[in-house]
C-alpha cells in the first residue's frame, strides 16, 4: 500500500514547455486534488475531482489544466510553463465520507 | 470555510509536552476542526479531526472549547521529529471540497 505516490520528484523546465504531473493512488478514494506551495506559504488548492469523471476549479487554477484518467490518477498538466509557476506541487486524495486528506511527497518544479 | 489564526512560531523542550493554539471564532456548526502538519520540504500529514468533543488518538490530544471559538493540539511528549509546520484547518467533514491552508504554526522542538 504505497498511498500516494507522484512523478517526477523533481523537474526543470525552460519557459514556454510544457509537462505533466503525475499522481495515483491506492487507497480506492473518489476525491483528489493538486496543490501548490511556494516558500514560506501554505499550501494552495489548483484543482480538484470529487469523482472519476469530474473536475473542479480551486484558488489558482490559471495556467493548467488536469485529467482524472481514471479513479487511481489524476494528472496536472502546465501547457505553456512560466516561471511563476515554479513551486512544490502536492497532490492528495480522501475518501469522502472523512474528508481527511492524504498527501504525496511532492514534485518540486524549476522554470528558467 | 471559517478562518483559523495561529501564532506563528512556537518552541518546545523535548520531551515535555507541546500545545499548540488555534482560534476559529467564526465556525459553524457542521464545520470541524483538523490538524494537519508538514515536516521540512514533506507533503502535508494528517493529525487528528474533531466537532466538538475532545479527541485523542495515537499521535496527539485535540482540545476544543465548549464554545467551539479556539482549540489546543497537544503533543504529549515531543521529540526532535515532531518539528514541523502545524496547520488548523477547519471545514464541514463531508463534500469533496478542498483544504484552505494557512500559514500555520512552527514547532521547533530544542534538545
Known amino acids: 500500500n504505497a498511498g500516494v505516490t507522484q512523478t517526477p520528484k523533481f523537474q526543470v523546465l525552460k519557459t514556454g514547455q510544457s509537462m505533466t504531473l503525475q499522481c495515483a493512488q491506492d487507497m480506492n478514494h473518489n476525491s483528489m486534488y493538486w496543490y501548490r506551495q511556494d516558500p514560506g506559504m501554505g499550501l494552495r488548492l489548483i484543482y480538484y475531482?470529487?469523482?472519476?469523471?469530474?473536475?473542479d476549479k480551486g484558488e489558482v487554477p490559471n495556467g493548467y489544466n488536469v485529467s482524472r484518467l481514471n479513479k487511481r490518477e489524476f494528472s496536472l498538466r502546465l501547457e505553456s510553463a512560466a516561471p511563476s509557476q515554479t513551486s512544490v506541487y502536492f497532490c492528495?486524495?480522501?475518501?469522502?465520507?472523512?474528508?481527511?486528506?492524504?498527501f504525496g511527497p511532492g514534485t518540486r518544479l524549476l522554470v528558467l | 470555510d471559517a478562518k483559523t489564526t495561529q501564532p506563528t512560531s512556537m518552541d518546545c523542550a523535548e520531551g515535555r509536552a507541546a500545545n499548540l493554539p488555534c482560534n476559529h471564532s467564526t465556525i459553524s456548526g457542521n464545520e470541524y476542526v483538523y490538524w494537519y502538519r508538514q515536516i521540512h520540504s514533506q507533503g502535508p500529514q494528517y493529525i487528528i479531526h474533531g466537532l466538538k468533543n475532545n479527541e485523542t488518538n495515537e499521535m496527539a490530544s485535540l482540545i476544543i472549547t465548549e464554545d467551539r471559538k479556539s482549540s489546543t493540539l497537544i503533543l504529549p511528549h515531543a521529540t526532535l521529529r515532531d518539528t514541523a509546520v502545524y496547520y488548523c484547518i477547519v471545514r464541514s467533514q463531508g463534500g469533496a471540497d478542498g483544504l484552505t491552508f494557512g500559514k500555520g504554526t512552527h514547532l521547533i522542538i530544542q534538545p
Open positions: 492528495a486524495s480522501s475518501g469522502q465520507r472523512e474528508g481527511t486528506q492524504y
Open positions: 475531482s470529487a469523482s472519476e469523471g469530474t473536475t
